[in-house]
């Protein structure tokens, strides 16, 4: 009878295992989603009229495509070779050029109803050719040729991606030059195809001869000859004409039926003294005025100007130099007449939009607008204009909140930006309308604050906020009279783009972020230990600033700081609509602020230090209570501290033997264990008997807590820190909560603190609910937990007995959260780097432990609690802690049993960056720096993913109907085959539970 129950008790256990696991994957999945910002190191532009789709290639071998708002591709050479240069086709196809002499073709194809970008064929050059130095396309042959640094012309069919036996060598182009002329003429420098004659083109070589060639009859029809550098050729569209730029910043206008001379001597627009080098120039026919409008890059007097980096926009009398912060990569024109398909029939170009593109950024200038004004981009947004310090998330913004400050950021922006329709509208987004509204939040090194729309894949600036104004600095003012003397001076500079790499004073920097969108609150703490607390206004007003000094150290008698001043404060400031502080807490020492907490409904702040912590009551402006974390030894101050414990030479190779000896253990118990017969077997993790699996998430959590039989892991020795380590008083985590502390029947307001150290402060609050301005907040000690192992404390969470966290603040008042369960046995989650545990409140007895340094070598970098909804089933939700790791991996536990649900490898273990800065969202994605223009998204949560959904719609003529390339892709190429994946998408492919 017994074997039989046991045997009934076996197969439900593994039907249990089974609907558990079904549920797992209803939940969770990784999945890298989109990338947020300006491509990294980008190298090559282009872009394609026919299609309306602008092309960005990058150094690290990055492909992306960008067309109407949404609609994005992207894709990755294999080899990650430098983007040289991108060459569009229309319809369905473009070729890259990369460093290695190597083309490649893309295709954009069609699947599942949505575009992709693939790589059909790559096509790798022989040793007859050296290093390609100019190209022309030649869209309506289907043609490539490629001019090499030897002097010779190579063509490549775009149809069989071959390389044609045409060639047109440099000693075949001099048979017909005169004597004086023939002298080796150097590498191509400037191909350009004949406006009305598609078989002729130009071709200019380094030491000023020019070659009109017929590609018909192979023979060259006219030599011109000047003798200066040439940089570059520009056609004019009647084909009469074109122009010249050389190596010492003039320009020459030559007419096609005078070979002996330029119409004119070469003009040098910024001489007479020595310039630069004019690098490339276009010259296109506009409908206003009959003049030309033309535009290079470079040219800049070497002496006073030649470290800016410019292109110039020369129209008639109008002239105006954009002056960038960056080099200029490229740049190119938008006509209409290209978009319309009228190129031969409109006796105009009409250029409509400049494109810049530089090293740190991409600009769009608005060419039909009386003053050229910049576009406000929708997507390639310079996230980076100042170096990213911080981050924080916000879900789901109230739509009051969001309406105040997109119109608070159309006042600041909507002088200095076009008012024209958006320029690029290539391809159709069929992602959903966005019905919640998300917002990432940056803080920059020179002080500013910056708010982006992050709700759908493009991310766009909504607000920005400048902390320099709050504090009394000259060097604002100077900025503000600098650019008021660059409109008179000459050249005409105008300074364009948002990429600013330098800052004003190193203290400005932003270091911790929090946002309570429901009260319009926002708390920003520096590095010089200013701590401001803003409230969001309509209207504009001028305030007279105080600041509340809070000592941290006022026990240290014989301490003595070392670091960096406090930042002085104005006394009076004009402040626009938007954020406007409320209070100015400065931290005494200055340190960099380590830790940030805000109660909006009690009115409370807290900061921290590497000194200390302070509670403050920012509306009655005082200070409730300070606590000085340094060891009562340590009398010298901390400057710019560091988060790293130090750790000698003899600790780490015996850890590092450790771990090699543990590594070797578990991989011999992963292979399987003996059973009574001798055979291996492999070790399962096995579930006790549970009745159902209910769509309510305390059943689940019921379900969860039950027990696992597993084998004990083996566990490594985890030495103790030294408890006088001056980096442990850093606080890492504070954290306000209403819970039972001291009681098990009545909760009070609470306020939690965790060291570095693994020391962990807890205090009583009495808060008077009426009569604030009589009665003064309390704060008093109550109880300390002192972690084994000294390790720093990542995060403190308290739980309700539905092991739910505890909803911020005015949450439930606004109906965005369900009222906690008040009624007893809550439960408080403490973190630190190398173990969870679950106390029991208020006792404090431990109620479940997971040891990842000791098990696994890992440590704990972030944690975050997440709200998983099935993808299957709307109504199903259930609350699980998500820690990331120092190697990039994502673990999810269940709560409050801290059972492990799954593991991905999500971020690259060497990016320490990466790690670092990484956020989680509260539905599952997450947020990190992949470099420092660019913000990586991927998800964890089954239901929630954001990623590009768009259609390019093309017709079956021209390349596009080569089903011969297309045919010879082997079937691993496929998009969705694991080859085309990203490392870290084939990595966290098997998921561990």
Avoid at 563 to 583: I, N, S, W, Y
Avoid at 715 to 721: L, T
Avoid at 929 to 937: A, I, V
Wanted: with cysteine; glycine share 6%; hydrophobic share 35%.
């Amino acid at each position: 009878m017994e074997s039989m129950l046991r045997k009934l008790g076996l197969k439900k256990e593994h039907r249990d295992m089974e609907m558990r696991q079904r549920l797992q994957k209803q939940l969770f999945g990784f999945k890298l989603c989109v990338e947020h910002g300006f491509p990294n190191k980008a190298s090559a532009v282009a872009y394609d009229p026919e299609l309306g789709l602008l092309c960005i290639g990058t150094k690290t071998g990055a492909l992306k495509i960008f067309g109407a708002p949404g609609v994005q591709l992207s894709a990755q050479h294999e080899e990650n070779f430098a983007v040289l240069n991108i060459f569009c086709f229309g319809q369905s196809h473009l070729v890259t050029l990369c460093t290695d002499n190597s083309l490649h073709l893309w295709e954009i194809a069609t699947q599942d109803g949505m575009s992709v970008l693939q790589e059909t064929q790559s096509l790798p050059f022989e040793n007859r050719i050296n290093n390609i130095s100019a190209s022309c396309s030649l869209v309506k042959t289907e043609e490539l040729l490629l001019g090499t640094e030897h002097g010779h012309i190579y063509s490549v069919n775009l149809r069989t991606f071959k390389f044609l036996d045409q060639v047109i060598y440099q000693e075949t182009v001099m048979q017909n030059a005169p004597e004086t002329c023939r002298v080796n003429p150097g590498a191509v420098e400037s191909v350009v195809l004949h406006p009305t004659q598609p078989e002729k083109i130009l071709i200019g070589y380094n030491r000023g001869l020019i070659a009109f060639w017929n590609m018909r009859q192979n023979k060259t029809e006219q030599i011109y000859n000047i003798s200066l550098q040439l940089e570059c050729i520009a056609m004019h569209r009647n084909g009469k004409e074109f122009m010249t730029a050389h190596g010492n910043g003039s320009y020459a206008v030559w007419s096609m039926a005078d070979i002996q001379k330029p119409k004119s001597a070469p003009t040098s627009p910024y001489g007479p003294f020595p310039c630069k080098a004019i690098h490339k120039l276009q010259w296109k026919t506009t409908k206003s005025g009959g003049h030309t409008l033309m535009v290079f890059s470079g040219g800049m007097p070497r002496a006073s100007h030649g470290d800016h980096h410019t292109v110039t926009v020369m129209h008639g009398t109008k002239h105006v130099v954009y002056d960038f912060t960056s080099k200029v990569v490229d740049f190119f024109t938008i006509c209409s007449t290209e978009e319309l398909h009228a190129h031969s029939k409109s006796e105009y170009d009409d250029p409509h939009t400049l494109v810049v593109l530089v090293e740190e950024e991409i600009v769009f200038i608005d060419l039909h607008s009386e003053n050229w004004p910049v576009f406000r981009a929708p997507y390639l947004a310079t996230v980076h204009s100042s170096a990213i310090t911080c981050s924080a998330h916000v879900a789901n913004v109230p739509k009051t909140m969001w309406t105040k400050l997109f119109e608070a950021g159309n006042q600041q922006m909507g002088l200095t930006y076009s008012s024209e329709e958006w320029p690029i509208q290539g391809g159709v987004s069929l992602r959903p309308d966005v019905t919640v509204q998300d917002m990432l939040i940056t803080g920059h090194e020179d002080g500013s604050v910056r708010f982006w729309d992050v709700s759908s894949t493009d991310i766009s600036l909504i607000y920005k906020l400048a902390t320099v104004n709050i504090f009394n600095l000259s060097t604002a003012n100077d900025e503000v009279d600098n650019n008021a003397d660059m409109e008179d001076e000459w050249p005409p500079f105008r300074k364009v783009g948002t990429y600013d790499p330098f800052s004003d004073d190193p203290r400005l920097a932003i270091q911790k972020i929090i946002m309570c969108p429901l009260s319009e609150m926002l708390i920003i703490g520096g590095t010089a230990g200013q701590i401001i607390i803003l409230q969001f206004e309509r209207e504009g007003r001028e305030l007279d600033l105080h600041r509340v000094d809070a000592n941290l150290i006022c026990d240290r008698d014989n301490f003595i700081w070392k670091g960096h001043d406090a930042l002085p404060l104005k006394r009076e400031t004009k402040f626009q609509p938007g954020f406007q502080p409320v209070c100015i807490v400065q931290l005494n020492p200055p340190a960099t602020c380590t830790a940030l907490a805000l109660h909006s409904e009690w009115q409370l702040l807290s900061a921290g230090t590497a000194h200390g912590f302070t509670v403050i009551d920012y509306v009655k402006r005082y200070v409730v209570q300070t606590k000085c974390t340094l060891n009562i030894n340590d009398v010298t101050g901390i400057g710019e501290s560091t988060m790293s414990r130090r750790k000698s030479f003899k600790k780490s190779l015996r850890e590092s033997f450790r771990r090699m000896q543990s590594g070797r253990s578990q991989r011999r118990r992963r292979l399987g264990s003996k059973s009574d017969d001798g055979k291996m077997r492999p070790v399962i993790a096995q579930r006790k008997v549970v009745r159902e699996l209910s769509t309510t998430s305390s059943q689940h959590r019921n379900m969860d807590s039950i027990d696992h039989e597993v084998s004990k892991p083996v566990e490594r020795q985890v030495e103790a820190r030294s408890s006088e380590d001056s980096a442990g008083s850093i606080v890492r985590s504070l954290y306000f909560a209403d819970t039972f502390l001291t009681s098990a029947q009545t909760p009070s307001p609470t306020f939690w603190a965790g060291t570095n150290g693994g020391h962990i402060f807890i205090y009583q609050l009495s808060i008077p609910s009426t009569g604030r301005d009589i009665t003064s907040v309390q704060c008093n000690i109550a109880k300390e937990i002192r972690l084994k192992h000294h390790a720093p404390v990542v995060s403190i969470c308290v739980i309700d007995r539905n092991a739910m966290p505890l909803p911020a603040s005015f949450e439930v008042q606004h109906e965005r959260a369900k009222s906690p369960d008040m009624s007893g046995n809550h439960s408080v989650i403490i973190c630190s780097e190398e173990q969870l545990k679950v106390f029991s409140l208020p006792s404090l007895g431990v109620r479940e432990k997971v040891k990842l340094t000791a098990v696994e070598g890992t440590k704990v970098r972030k944690v975050s609690y997440v709200n998983f909804r099935s993808r299957a089933d709307e109504s199903y939700m259930e609350c699980d802690l998500v820690a990331l790791t120092n190697q990039g991996e994502v673990h999810v536990y269940s709560v409050p049993s801290l059972r492990r649900q799954m593991k991905y490898e999500c971020i690259k273990r060497d990016d320490g960056i990466g790690i670092g800065s990484c956020i989680f969202t509260q539905n599952g994605e997450a947020f990190y720096l992949s470099s420092s223009s660019e913000f990586s998204r991927f998800s964890i949560s089954a239901r929630n993913i954001t990623t590009p959904m768009c259609l390019i719609q093309m017709s079956n003529e021209g390349i596009s109907a080569n089903e011969s390339v297309v045919s010879k892709r082997s079937p691993g190429n496929s998009p969705n085959s694991s080859a085309n994946r990203s490392p870290l998408e084939r990595m966290a492919m098997t998921p561990v539970s």
